[in-house]
Structure formats: C-alpha cells, structure tokens
C-alpha cells in the first residue's frame, strides 16, 4: 500500500503561481510512474501532467508551457510547479502513482483561480 499526501493547494489570483507536493509512502518510490491530475466540478477527472522514474514527462496540451512537473526520489516526492494560472485551472488536484496493477490516489488538494 502506498500512500500519498498532497500539499500546497490554495487560493490564487489569475496570473499567480503555486507548487504542488506530494509525499509518498513507499520506499520504492522510484518505480512508480508519478501523476497530477485535476477535477473540477462536473467534470471528469483529468490528467495534469505525468513523470516516469527515468524523468520523462508528459503534460495536458492546456498546461503545456505553463506547469513543469518534477520529481525528487531521495524525498520520495513528486511536484507540480503551476504558473500564470488561469480561472480555468480551478479544480481539486489529485497526485497518482502507479506501476502495473499498482495504482493509488492521494485525497487531493483545492486549487482555485481567481479572476
């Protein structure tokens, strides 16, 4: 079982940034791929942008530019840095890791954007 705790959500104005974190249980954390996802309300949940244990990463085209994901494995920590944040971007934001049939979700963090 691993388990992710996620921080540094809050309230933002437009154009502001924030840093997400999340901590990880396991101690192998570094074979999990690691993701941020986000949902907002009625909507479905959706990828933020993802990182494999090599660093390789990946980003919806709306963050693209905008939100650089991250990783450090000594703190078994995966971050999200979010910039020129836009209303759109409000959503409660949630950490994943998964490898195989290994797949857990933290209990997510509020980010809302104000314009």
């Known amino acids: 079982q691993v388990q992710l705790v996620e921080s540094g959500g809050g309230l933002v104005q437009a154009g502001g940034s924030l840093r997400l974190s999340c901590v990880a249980s396991?101690?192998?954390?570094?074979?999990?791929?690691m993701g941020w996802y986000r949902q907002a309300p009625g909507n479905q949940r959706e990828l933020v942008a993802a990182?494999?244990?090599?660093?390789?990463?990946s980003y919806a085209d709306s963050v693209k530019d905008r939100f650089t994901i991250s990783r450090d494995n000594a703190k078994k920590t995966v971050y999200v840095q979010m910039n020129s944040l836009k209303a759109e971007d409000t959503a409660v934001y949630y950490c994943?890791?998964?490898?195989?049939?290994?797949?857990?979700w933290g209990q997510g963090t509020q980010v809302t954007v104000s314009s």
């Open positions: 994943r890791a998964f490898r195989g049939q290994y797949d857990f």
């Open positions: 396991a101690n192998i954390f570094t074979m999990y791929v």
């Open positions: 990182i494999t244990s090599s660093g390789s990463t």
